[in-house]
């Protein structure tokens, strides 16, 4: 591999080769289905279903599957709920809950020759891209497909063996390096993640959680400064797979590390799409010593119900609004920083 110089016409030619990666093309003529248009959203299971109506009890008309991306024609709340969440996306053919639909952009970016020592945060701006490693004679083996919004550690920059850009990424979790497509990744410049409110003195920040009301509220002193919907642990005091109840603790607690991504789940080096693997969570903020965090959640998007595995699952922008927000300050966003900081009351 070796350094590369390209111009914005030779990215874009790039791109819609796709080589060696997910390609991802610029949208064509849509036919009878050209308006409205809403936009795009990808499907974070195994299967959805479509319903005739915006309705669970509607009769399904059709399913999909696993990272299919679809055209969505807009966004309707339902009276047929379900209440906790009734939001429903309308397609040309019938409706599908919002609760595993990730609204997705194909964002096709100039990559850089070089990236510093220290690395750089990117994160991703197509649907997926499927990354992978390099096996004897050059062979390339699939390893994760990475999601958009998640969040990575680019290590190096280069050329690939069919002469288009890539990026390494090193694993937080694993320690390993795979590689992505370089132009379906956004490089994050350090001001982006500046931190919010920094003159506000550190103990007038806090949080509540409401588990009985699904809401994270941030105040300085006692003026609400944000407000968001989540989804909390799974109300349940049986030891899940780690050994941990997946109920979401209670009680007074600091946020103690922040992390701009981590590698989540079981830690297998796999291309399975099954498999309990969630590299580039983006946003995290631990203030529970068991692994309890906040952090932008890609994979549902069903907030105001509890549905993770004991951590504050959040959008991905409440998340990343609330890392640079709460204290221990971590910047600059190549490092990680821990302390005793933002006050954080959990409570039903």
Request: hydrophobic share 35%; aromatic share 12%; net charge positive.
């Amino acid at each position: 591999m070796s350094s590369f110089t390209l111009t914005r016409r030779d990215v874009l030619k790039l791109a819609l080769l796709g080589l060696g990666a997910v390609a991802w093309r610029p949208l064509g003529k849509l036919g009878k289905f050209a308006a409205p248009f809403y936009g795009l959203g990808r499907i974070t299971i195994a299967q959805v279903s479509v319903h005739r109506e915006p309705s669970l009890t509607s009769p399904t008309v059709g399913y999909l599957k696993r990272d299919q991306v679809v055209r969505l024609r807009g966004l309707v709340v339902s009276p047929y709920g379900p209440s906790y969440n009734p939001r429903w996306y309308r397609l040309p053919y019938g409706y599908i809950h919002t609760a595993y639909v990730q609204r997705v952009k194909v964002l096709i970016n100039k990559p850089v020759p070089s990236v510093p020592e220290k690395g750089r945060l990117a994160e991703v701006s197509v649907p997926y891209t499927r990354a992978w490693r390099e096996g004897r004679g050059g062979k390339r083996i699939p390893v994760y497909r990475l999601y958009y919004g998640s969040v990575h550690w680019v290590t190096s920059a280069a050329v690939g063996k069919y002469g288009e850009p890539i990026y390494k990424l090193t694993d937080d979790l694993l320690g390993v390096s795979y590689f992505v497509y370089a132009p379906h990744l956004r490089l994050i410049p350090d001001e982006e993640l500046a931190p919010i409110s920094p003159d506000v003195p550190k103990g007038e920040k806090w949080i509540e959680v409401d588990l009985g009301a699904q809401t994270l509220i941030a105040y300085e002193g006692t003026k609400e400064v944000y407000r968001a919907k989540i989804s909390s642990g799974i109300p349940s005091d049986k030891p899940g797979d780690n050994g941990i109840p997946t109920r979401t603790p209670s009680g007074h607690f600091h946020i103690f590390e922040k992390w701009p991504t981590r590698h989540m789940g079981e830690g297998a080096l796999t291309a399975a799409l099954d498999a309990y693997e969630l590299p580039g969570v983006p946003w995290v903020s631990f203030f529970v010593n068991t692994g309890v965090a906040f952090h932008g959640t890609y994979w549902h998007d069903n907030f105001g119900r509890p549905m993770s595995h004991g951590c504050i699952n959040m959008r991905n922008s409440d998340a990343k609004w609330l890392f640079r927000w709460s204290t221990p300050v971590n910047y600059p966003p190549h490092s990680h920083e821990g302390g005793y900081g933002t006050r954080v009351w959990v409570h039903e």
